[in-house]
């Protein structure tokens, strides 16, 4: 049985390690990179065509 009171158990005894934030952060920016690149690719096919009306159009 221990002489701690409850609030006191309840916390962590050892402090917060280098990898509690480096692996959140690392996920979030690769996850956000992906986003944009795919977004740029949807984009890109989504222009694509239009840019192939404009040049026959315009030569």
Known sequence: ???????QTA????P??????????????VALLATAV???AIGFIA???STFLVAYIFD
Do not use: G, K
């Not at 917060?16 to 920016?29: E, G, K, Q």
């Open 1 to 7: 049985m221990s002489n701690r009171t409850a609030f």
């Open 11 to 14: 916390d962590a005894d050892e």
């Open 16 to 29: 917060h390690n280098f990898f509690d934030l480096v692996i959140p952060l690392t996920f979030s920016a």
């Open 38 to 40: 795919s977004l740029e």
């Open 47 to 49: 222009w694509q065509p």
